[in-house]
């Protein structure tokens, strides 16, 4: 309790601020103050950045320039957030056969590189400018903030760490950055049935206020917790991230941990995009940051079910307009009893990743294959496929650039490092890889994890 203040007074302002010469808490104060004003004035603001950022783009990025030629779009004269539809959207496809015109000229050489594994398992590559870093981190503090959570509460997270050689390390600097950050990061990739007690544990001992962690894991926590009848430390929120969080997940691990659990929906390219408040019913929209749209597959608005296509408003080294990340969402219409002027997403469909398991009990979300894969080229496309319990099928998509030897090499590394031998994996080569019934791509499918 008294660290968070000393932290958010003195230490944050300073680190960051006259230190590192970072905008972030800056930020945090600027999106935090966007809570309390009106949601026509928040709307005024949001389409404010809008037009901005399509100014830049237009003045500054030749793809766009090019583009909007053509259909005779002129970003000056837009009037209303609704003339965005006539823009096409953006899929990873066009980025990546347009990547050197996507980019602002004045920014060339100066943004953060970026890559992913993609929530469609499509490894993709892209750039932001560092003001944006800030900005995401501050916007994100201000989500998780609606959880109850306050920034520089001390908080564990079961997440992932890096993967292989590719993947830079430095633990010493890691474990001192985590530690003035008041949280400690427990590696869930390495997770088991016989090591699952250590994570409690890790509650136990560390007493965290709050729990940030992945999904399926906390869901497994949750359970042996509640299996064992373990007496565990009480935090005061939690939050889950990455992966789908399904209600009767919630309900155990609510039950568990005897505290309220807290969804959120984000994305590598554009970090958080919106999180649930105290009413936990529906996920308020970070509007002052990010215009989401839900289109259908043409490109125009719906109030039902449609595709999640996002412009980050203050990406201006390599603008993302009306990108479409591959999930599937809708919006809600009631207001939220909690006065937030964000609007908000009744639901997300997001990445489904099934967890792989091993004889000996060991649990590998299936966060880990986007985070490894990631840092290899030449992959278009992959599905990892548990049908045994020994064994387990990369299938990939590959392009000139994928250096096979190399790269199935690495692989296999990674998953000895990270599960040991138990595992066997095979690789694929394929020329497709068919969407699900649903028309969703599958990451990771596991029949063994069905069949239980
Ligand atoms: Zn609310």
């Known amino acids: 309790m008294l660290y968070q203040k000393i932290f958010f007074n003195f230490l944050y302002p300073f680190y960051e601020g006259l230190l590192k010469k970072r905008k972030t808490f800056k930020f945090y104060k600027e999106y935090s103050n966007n809570q309390k004003i009106s949601q026509s004035v928040l709307k005024d603001k949001q389409f404010c950045a809008l037009k901005n950022l399509l100014i830049h783009a237009y003045e500054q990025v030749p793809f766009y320039q090019k583009q909007w030629d053509e259909i005779g779009f002129n970003p000056k004269t837009l009037l209303d957030v609704n003339q965005l539809e006539r823009l096409p959207l953006l899929t990873k496809d066009v980025v990546r056969e347009n990547y050197m015109d996507m980019r602002a000229k004045s920014y060339i050489g100066l943004n953060i590189t970026k890559t992913t594994g993609g929530s469609t398992g499509v490894p993709f590559k892209f750039e932001h400018d560092r003001e944006n870093y800030d900005r995401r981190q501050g916007v994100t503090w201000r989500g998780y903030g609606w959880s109850g959570s306050r920034f520089g509460d001390r908080t564990l997270y079961f997440w992932g760490t890096a993967i292989g050689s590719l993947q830079k390390k430095n633990p010493l600097k890691d474990r001192l950055y985590n530690w003035f950050y008041n949280r400690k990061i427990v590696n869930v990739f390495s997770m088991s049935n016989q090591n699952i007690n250590e994570y409690v544990d890790y509650v136990n001992s560390y007493k965290p206020v709050g729990i940030v962690s992945y999904t399926g894991p906390l869901f497994e926590i949750a359970k042996y917790i509640l299996d064992n009848k373990i007496k565990v430390h009480k935090v005061n929120w939690l939050i889950s991230a990455a992966e789908?969080?399904?209600?009767?997940?919630?309900?155990?691990?609510?039950?568990?941990?005897?505290?309220?659990?807290?969804?959120?929906?984000?994305?590598?390219?554009?970090?958080?995009?919106?999180?649930?408040?105290?009413?936990?019913?529906?996920?308020?929209?970070?509007?002052?940051?990010?215009?989401?749209?839900?289109?259908?597959?043409?490109?125009?608005?719906?109030?039902?079910?449609?595709?999640?296509?996002?412009?980050?408003?203050?990406?201006?080294?390599?603008?993302?307009?009306?990108?479409?990340?591959?999930?599937?969402?809708?919006?809600?219409?009631?207001?939220?009893?909690?006065?937030?002027?964000?609007?908000?997403?009744?639901?997300?469909?997001?990445?489904?990743?099934?967890?792989?398991?091993?004889?000996?009990?060991?649990?590998?979300?299936?966060?880990?294959?986007?985070?490894?894969?990631?840092?290899?080229?030449?992959?278009?496309?992959?599905?990892?496929?548990?049908n045994e319990i020994d064994k387990?099928?990369?299938?990939?998509?590959?392009?000139?650039?994928?250096?096979?030897?190399?790269?199935?090499?690495?692989?296999?590394?990674?998953?000895?490092?990270?599960?040991?031998?138990?595992?066997?994996?095979?690789?694929?080569?394929?020329?497709?890889?068919?969407?699900?019934?649903?028309?969703?791509?599958?990451?990771?499918?596991?029949?063994?994890?069905?069949?239980?």
Do not use: W
């Open 244 to 386: 789908p969080l399904f209600e009767t997940q919630r309900i155990v691990i609510e039950q568990a941990f005897s505290a309220p659990l807290f969804n959120t929906y984000g994305c590598r390219e554009f970090t958080l995009i919106a999180a649930e408040c105290v009413h936990k019913n529906g996920l308020h929209i970070n509007d002052d940051h990010l215009l989401v749209e839900i289109t259908d597959d043409m490109g125009a608005g719906t109030s039902d079910i449609g595709n999640v296509v996002i412009t980050d408003l203050y990406n201006y080294g390599m603008p993302l307009i009306r990108y479409v990340n591959g999930d599937v969402a809708q919006l809600k219409k009631e207001k939220c009893a909690c006065g937030l002027p964000m609007s908000q997403l009744a639901f997300v469909d997001g990445r489904r990743l099934d967890k792989i398991i091993t004889r000996s009990g060991k649990m590998l979300p299936g966060e880990f294959f986007p985070h490894m894969l990631k840092d290899i080229s030449g992959i278009e496309k992959f599905q990892v496929v548990q």
């Open 392 to 452: 387990i099928t990369l299938k990939i998509i590959s392009s000139d650039r994928f250096d096979k030897d190399f790269s199935e090499a690495y692989i296999s590394t990674c998953l000895i490092d990270t599960i040991g031998i138990e595992l066997q994996i095979m690789f694929q080569y394929v020329d497709d890889i068919p969407l699900t019934q649903s028309g969703k791509h599958r990451v990771t499918i596991s029949t063994i994890i069905e069949a239980l």
